[in-house]
């Protein structure tokens, strides 16, 4: 009965030359412990993609509608205004001027800043009035090129206890929820970006830097955490990196210096405080705003298009913002040179072949081959997905064994899935591939593939009679 079932199952496989005639297809018949082998290529589609974690970034501050597809939104937090009172932490207020509900509904996922002293244009203070008094306004105001603010004493002890506490009451409000995806160590220097004008204080050595970094790892286990400078603690626990000058060629030439070579910290004169970290991009993010320097439109002009695409490249960009793209006209003029960029930055996964091998037992081995065509890994731990739908509309979804991080840009991984011959559906069925979010249990990446497609999910193949849904 068995030695029968094979030879209809490999009949249907055959009708697959008819049915996806579109497809380059190989139909060998390798030996005889196997009744016939299948094998089906997909180009690589250059159409664009919308997904989680990469591409443009907005403020989620901000209410506009915007013309370009983003899957992030930027939220900050100053310390002034979530924590009024010593001890009282005001979520309600940061979740309402951030539109966290709205994103949340959306799909869109969280990058994250908390902010001591972010200059401005008039006298005031970021960190607030109740810890200000309490240090004895230790700190410094000051009236520059930047603006106007408060620099705080970083190292005053009763400071450095206050914002660990703030942090943990952070973490313990959105430490274990996927919606934040990104959380920056901001919190020291003008904006978090840990610099600070000359003239005033400078930053403190790395002793004291560690006190405002260690809260940040217990707060948000879930979250990919990520540094300004490679820093050692930066290497140490595996935190991505963010370029805040990205598309100007001399700062983000410095800041790739930084990465590949290390050196000093000319904030402190501390030499040898940067450490390289040449492949820190392989496990962990790399993300930025555009050059303040620069109008937006002039990263995409004729002249600067290549070199804008080239330093997108070397950093191994995952996403750009809160300063992006967003707002570039939809379909006007610098759409085109848009497109190139979007379809170089973050990743772009796909199948590039599957194999189906029909076994002399009746059992179905079918092997994928996965590629990234991207310039960054996919870094959070979604499940690689196949899903077989028979021909009364029941579904299947199998785990692939894989691990999604491991699709490096340029490299290939495959996965063999075994599926034994009662499991197979009766009168056709049909195989797609997903990456599954466990979030929602259903397939959330789109795919640079362009087969017919459920959803997210995308056909591979099918035996028999093509399925409807």
Request: with cysteine; hydrophobic share 40%.
């Amino acid at each position: 009965m068995k030695h029968s079932r094979g030879l209809i199952q490999g009949a249907m496989l055959l009708m697959l030359a008819v049915s996806l005639a579109a497809m380059i297809i190989l139909l060998t018949f390798p030996s005889s412990s196997s009744a016939l082998t299948l094998t089906l290529s997909y180009p690589l589609s250059q159409r664009e993609l919308v997904n989680p974690y990469m591409g443009n970034v907005v403020w989620a501050s901000d209410p506009q509608g915007h013309e370009q597809p983003f899957s992030l939104v930027y939220a900050t937090v100053l310390w002034a205004d979530f924590e009024p009172k010593e001890g009282v932490y005001d979520f309600e207020t940061f979740e309402q001027v951030n539109q966290l509900d709205r994103w949340r509904q959306e799909g869109k996922q969280v990058i994250f800043r908390f902010v001591m002293d972010s200059p401005a244009d008039k006298k005031h203070r970021d960190i607030p009035d109740w810890l200000w008094q309490k240090t004895g306004q230790d700190g410094q105001a000051y009236d520059n090129s930047y603006g106007m603010g408060y620099s705080p004493n970083y190292e005053n002890p009763m400071i450095i206890e206050a914002h660990a506490k703030a942090i943990r009451a952070l973490g313990e409000q959105y430490g274990q929820d996927a919606f934040f995806a990104f959380v920056q160590l901001g919190s020291l220097g003008h904006w978090g970006e840990w610099h600070i004008r000359s003239g005033l204080k400078p930053m403190p050595l790395a002793s004291i830097r560690a006190l405002y970094i260690t809260p940040y790892l217990d707060a948000f286990p879930l979250a990919k955490l990520m540094m300004r400078r490679p820093f050692a603690q930066a290497g140490q626990y595996n935190m991505g990196l963010y370029n805040d000058t990205a598309g100007d060629l001399d700062s983000t030439e410095e800041w790739l210096e930084w990465i590949l070579s290390g050196g000093d910290y000319d904030q402190t004169d501390e030499t040898d405080a940067l450490v390289p970290m040449p492949d820190a991009w392989q496990t962990a993010p790399i993300g930025g705003e555009l050059s303040t320097r620069h109008e937006k439109t002039d990263f995409l002009e004729e002249d600067t298009l290549e070199q804008t695409i080239v330093l997108f490249v070397r950093s191994h960009t995952s996403w750009i913002g809160p300063g992006s793209f967003v707002d570039i006209q939809r379909d006007g003029e610098h759409q085109k040179a848009l497109d190139q960029v979007n379809r170089v930055v973050g990743y772009r996964l796909r199948v590039s072949e599957s194999q189906a091998e029909l076994n002399d037992d009746g059992s179905l081995n079918i092997t994928l081959t996965w590629e990234n065509s991207g310039i960054a890994p996919f870094y959070f731990d979604w499940f690689p997905s196949l899903m077989v739908i028979g021909a009364d509309g029941g579904e299947t979804v199998l785990r692939l064994d894989m691990r999604l991080g491991d699709v490096l840009p340029g490299s290939t991984v495959q996965t063999l899935t075994r599926i034994d011959d009662p499991s197979i559906p009766q009168g056709g069925c049909a195989f797609y591939v997903g990456i599954v979010d466990p979030a929602t249990g259903d397939a959330g990446i789109a795919l640079a593939m362009d087969t017919p497609r459920e959803g997210h999910w995308y056909e591979l193949f099918h035996l028999g009679e093509p399925q409807v849904h």
